[in-house]
């Protein structure tokens, strides 16, 4: 028969194992809650509340939009994004099957992103956009933000997805 003392010892093993599990869903969960964040208040132009989801150095590479640095840069170009909408607010985001990978406090992930615009007079589906985006998060403070998103449209990339790997490159040698 086993000693209490080593008894004692697996158990705070498995317990100390499955805190580590624990945590490790735990942040995936509130990593995939952030992202649907992100896309709901996207669409409800709430740029203040968008906005504290980022850091304050997070970068953003959008479509044919360029790069975007900091969070006056973030709200910028989210108010053009959806002042362009074509269904005027009533666009809609879908952030799909992520591939979520956490360690410690930082982690990485990719998510499909499906677009749909609408008909700006009767509201109705008119146009599907499909991307990814890789995106990479911090934990700040027990909070995670976003610190950098690429959305790469159309997913898989070809060679005159946008971002293009030469916008790509020059953006992050001149640093813009």
């Not at 208040?41 to 304050?56: A, G, N, P, Q, S």
């Not at 108010?79 to 099957?97: C, F, P, S, V, Y």
């Not at 990814?132 to 911090?138: F, K, L, N, P, Q």
């Amino acid at each position: 028969m086993e000693k209490y003392e080593q008894r004692i010892a697996k158990l705070e093993a498995i317990v100390e194992d499955q805190q580590k599990q624990l945590q490790l869903l735990k942040d995936t969960a509130d990593l995939q809650e952030l992202h649907t964040s992100y896309a709901y208040l996207l669409l409800t132009r709430e740029w203040e509340k968008i906005v504290e989801l980022f850091t304050d150095d997070a970068v953003a590479i959008l479509h044919r939009r360029g790069r975007f640095e900091g969070k006056e840069e973030l709200i910028q170009i989210f108010k053009e994004i959806t002042k362009n909408n074509r269904g005027k607010g009533r666009d809609g985001h879908l952030a799909l099957q992520p591939s979520i990978q956490v360690k410690g406090n930082t982690a990485t992930a990719n998510w499909l992103m499906y677009i749909m615009m609408l008909d700006p007079k009767g509201g109705y589906e008119n146009t599907w956009m499909h991307g990814r985006h890789d995106m990479r998060y911090v934990r700040i403070n027990g909070k995670w933000k976003i610190q950098y998103m690429l959305f790469t449209a159309p997913w898989p990339r070809e060679e005159w997805s946008q971002p293009t790997l030469e916008q790509l490159a020059n953006w992050e040698k001149n640093g813009l």
